[in-house]
């Protein structure tokens, strides 16, 4: 093995293992390893950023402007309407909203899909009394299993079929991964809607018109006088008050010492989390006091729950520094986080993706704060941007995806309905492209010439030739059950993207050393990036769906690994029935 093979795998690796902690924005990770490969030698200068000018991201960049536009037409909140008028059963909506996030991820991003989906989804729920973990774990997998039917549904098809252009001269067309995909998406949708009733039934305490569990909160809240808190040790909160005190703040100074030996009096401030019912009941009866906000008897007042996206500019700040919400008198009055350590006062606290935000304040001003920070309400708030409700977006995004399916190239197609959404008013680009998931997108170009330097360093072709070792390169069924199985096991941990970049040149070698052709093998790539069921943070929309449904680290391995096993199973009986 030369240096240059040693140096990109070590930096491969690191890259990964970064990834997968979640720690570091993964823009800074993405531009660093870019950085670090070329000091190492692994592609030139004039190499660097070639990535920015791909085709597939070029594309992605589109897609994701034209989901902008679709996303304020509320197409589908009416549809949502009549829907819950029929009264179906449960698992007809769970079935359906989960089908409709899949129609939805054929045709653009998987978060985008998801973010789409989700207050339809939410919706229908408290209309109809489902618990919501019975709602948004479905819909965040449909959104996955969706993305493996089109050339547009995830980057990964994406790189994979650009992967296949440059070796062979053609890539994938539009539909080509749905011989695989839409089989395996629709069983998917429908096991993970009949099993998740059983896995998260409501609990036998709730009445049955509870529409969600009580998700854990950290709040900041004042001892009253002649509040029950009153002379209670801090190490006695959780087991008669179902509280877990952090933080015991008197005269706007710490209270230090063991929990046994701290004691509430009147005035204090308990820094605290535990259930929001919980929190609710204290409040109720007068144990645990929010100080009031000042326009809590305006007409417009409103108490909405956001959620922090992907691409929200609130990741990495912290909540005293959200100039957003306190510049339009917004407060922050609760946090479900997804930090296990908590430390300081509660203005102190950092946030990440998948972060929920409990706001109180006018709902206009809180629409304009979400909508400047790219945070999704859980709830309705008054629109900033006017809603669309031509049908011309739908039938340019149409003309477009037909276009691609029909051979043009998709950077081409899209760019044509980008061009006429902003013709005819519907897409302001500069704003637009203000508001996209950039760390997405850098880490997509900036990841492309590493992956590049797979081939060129002969890396791959090393790859290839270990794995030739475990299975017998002369059966492709051995092989593409490989490459599946490797995308599979990765991609619950670093997002799919990566996985298809990392994995496209080592599939493309392991097929040329069997003498085959590398469709089925790239395939398999695509098909199990998309297979992430197992963990909360190997995409964005399992991290987003643990925030929104309470759901703990077990849950996904728990709904996952069934569905998971089925999924491979039946990806890799079609891939076989139409790749070989």
Known sequence: MSFEQASLLVLLLAMLIFFSLDRIRIEIVSIAGLLAGYALGLYPADQIFTGFASPVVITVIEILLIVQVLARAKLFDSLATRFAAAKPSRFKVISGTSSLAGFI???MNNIGAFAITLPVALGLGTALAIPRRQIVMPLSFAALLGG???LIGTPANLLVSDGLAKATG??????????VGLPVAIAGILLIAFRVQRLFPEPDEAPATISSIARRIVVERRVPDASPLIGVRLSECSARFGIKPHALIRADNFVFGPLDQSVIEAGDVLLAEGGDTTFAGLSAAQTLLADAHPDGNQADFARVESVVMPESTLVGSRIRSLEVFHSRGVAVTALSMRAPRIEGRFLDLQLSIGDILTLEGSRTAIAEALDESECLPLAQTVPVEPVVLSWRPFALFAGGVAASAAGLHPDIAFACVVLALALLNLLNIRQAMADLNWPIIIMLAAMIPIGQAMATTGAAETIAGWLSLVVPIADPFSGIALIL????????????????????PIALEFAKAGQHAPDAYLIAVAAGASLDFLTPFGHHNNTLAMGIGGYRFGDFLRAGWPLTVACYGLALFFLALFWL
């Open 148 to 150: 493996m039917v089109s």
């Open 485 to 504: 199985f490797l995308a599979m096991a990765l991609t619950p941990f670093v997002n799919n993207a990566t996985v298809a970049i990392v994995l496209t």
């Open 105 to 107: 991820s054929i045709f």
């Open 170 to 179: 053609t890539g994938f067309r539009f539909f080509d991964f749905a011989y």
